[in-house]
T-cell receptor, first 114, second 113 residues
Framework: DTEVTQTPKHLVMGMTNKKSLKCEQH?????MYWYKQKAKKPPELMFV???????INESVPSRFSPECPNSSLLNLHLHALQPEDSALYLCASSHGGGPQETQYFGPGTRLLVL | ELKVEQNPLFLSMQEGKNYTIYCNYSTTSDRLYWYRQDPGKSLESLFV?????AVKQEGRLMASLDTKARLSTLHITAAVHDLSATYFCAVDILLQGAQKLVFGQGTRLTINP
């Protein structure tokens, strides 16, 4: 299995809702990432988990809450989002070390906040 | 702060022509990556370049790295319509023991028949 899966593919939520994005990989990767991508812009790193521990938080607002229940799963809990949070949310994973370290991206969740 | 700049940002070309996308970065890094993104889709890894003078080729795409100049190029040979996409270069830095990718702005490539 050489892919990263994400659910749901699309999500529409109101500003008072709570929802979660899910990411899964079965490649034995030990590093997992959340990115946010606005239209016509490059991905921006939000969080990095390395060996199930949060390693990087790029000063993301607390309305985004990441969780890594195990080495294969990564969640992003959303609460009280703003319309400007509408974007494509990409999950990625990588081995977690080594010279050929490459991040493999999932298909993304397209989020619309109303 | 690491900055990654691509040019051109937009490129419209005819099938069969050759062209090059440039990627400059501001500080020393161990690795440089090229990704492809189709509209509405995710990112597909194309190349990872590790050392000065590294050259990798896949089909009509060839990537090279000059670490002294902090420059990578993605060369397209005899372009075909299927190569239309946005191409990102990215450079990684180690931050708190984890890899952080810093992306260029992307080059939107359109190949016309």
């Amino acid at each position: 299995d050489t892919e990263v899966t994400q659910t749901p593919k699309h999500l529409v939520m109101g500003m008072t809702n709570k929802k979660s994005l899910k990411c899964e990989q079965h490649m034995g990767h030990r590093a997992m990432y959340w990115y946010k991508q606005k239209a016509k812009k490059p991905p921006e790193l939000m969080f990095v988990y390395s060996y199930e521990k949060l390693s990087i938080n790029e000063s993301v607002p607390s309305r985004f809450s990441p969780e890594c229940p195990n080495s294969s799963l990564l969640n992003l809990h959303l609460h009280a989002l703003q319309p400007e949070d509408s974007a494509l949310y990409l999950c990625a994973s990588s081995h977690g070390g080594g010279p050929q370290e490459t991040q493999y991206f999932g298909p993304g969740t397209r989020l619309l906040v109303l | 702060e690491l900055k990654v700049e691509q040019n051109p940002l937009f490129l419209s070309m005819q099938e069969g022509k050759n062209y090059t996308i440039y990627c400059n970065y501001s500080t020393t890094s161990d690795r440089l990556y090229w990704y492809r993104q189709d509209p509405g889709k995710s990112l597909e890894s194309l190349f990872v370049l590790l050392s000065n003078g590294a050259v990798k080729q896949e089909g009509r795409l060839m990537a090279s790295l000059d670490t002294k100049a902090r420059l990578s190029t993605l060369h397209i040979t005899a372009a075909v319509h299927d190569l239309s996409a946005t191409y990102f270069c990215a450079v990684d830095i180690l931050l708190q023991g984890a890899q952080k990718l810093v992306f260029g702005q992307g080059t939107r490539l359109t190949i016309n028949p």
